[in-house]
């Protein structure tokens, strides 16, 4: 890897780190935990985000919309996982499974981002305006989905020119051909560097 980062201008973009995603019993779980135990998802999202805090990189949490009542039920154009979200319910506001994980909770300069209601982290949102605010210029993207929000968030930091750094085991998704999809066909087209949690550790240790 031949990135290097300035602690001062790079932020981790940790998307969606919600209990029904990421821990046993959540809602969405039982659907990526065979990529997520296959990639070590859980260990290399530790070590992405101790590794930023401990460099002095500042950490967003880029969260989707938790559902409450009502949610999408008169929308024209919903997309299709918003579609499915009207049935299954994932990230119910006041529940448990709309909490973050345990192991990935705000500290510090941490900076929460408002909800966002389909795929990107970016579109109606106040993410843009935050990392400008901070000087950030380099964004590394870890979290969920690795082929929907993480992409479309990676996409659309791309387009406002942004510096992008996708972690290709910090991620996880339905199915390995989405994973290979999103970091070997999609992912280049858009990303600037596409690392591992080992890798991506060692850069910020180094980092100016």
């Not at 506001?93 to 389909?118: C, L, M, N, S, Y």
């Amino acid at each position: 890897m031949t990135d290097t980062y300035d602690r001062t201008r790079t932020a981790i973009l940790l998307v969606d780190p919600y209990n029904d995603f990421l821990s046993e019993g959540g809602k969405i779980w039982p659907a990526v935990s065979h990529v997520a135990l296959e990639v070590g998802l859980l260990d290399n999202l530790r070590t992405v985000v101790a590794a930023g805090r401990e460099s002095g990189v500042r950490v967003f949490f880029v969260p989707h919309r938790r559902w409450r009542e009502g949610d999408y039920d008169d929308w024209d154009h919903p997309n299709p996982t918003q579609q499915r979200l009207r049935q299954s319910h994932p990230f119910v506001f006041g529940t448990w499974g709309g909490e973050f994980h345990p192991d990935f909770q705000p500290a510090g300069t941490d900076v929460i981002i408002k909800e966002h209601w389909a795929q990107s982290g970016f579109a109606n949102t106040d993410l843009d305006f935050q990392l400008k605010q901070h000087g950030i210029t380099h964004v590394v993207l870890i979290g969920l989905l690795a082929n929907t929000c993480i992409e479309s968030t990676g996409r659309f930091a791309m387009e406002l020119g942004y510096h992008v750094t996708l972690v290709r085991d910090a991620t996880a998704a339905f199915k390995p051909e989405m994973m290979h999809a999103a970091h070997e066909l999609n992912g280049p087209t858009f990303a600037h560097s596409i690392t591992t949690a080992k890798e991506l550790q060692q850069a910020l240790k180094n980092a100016a």
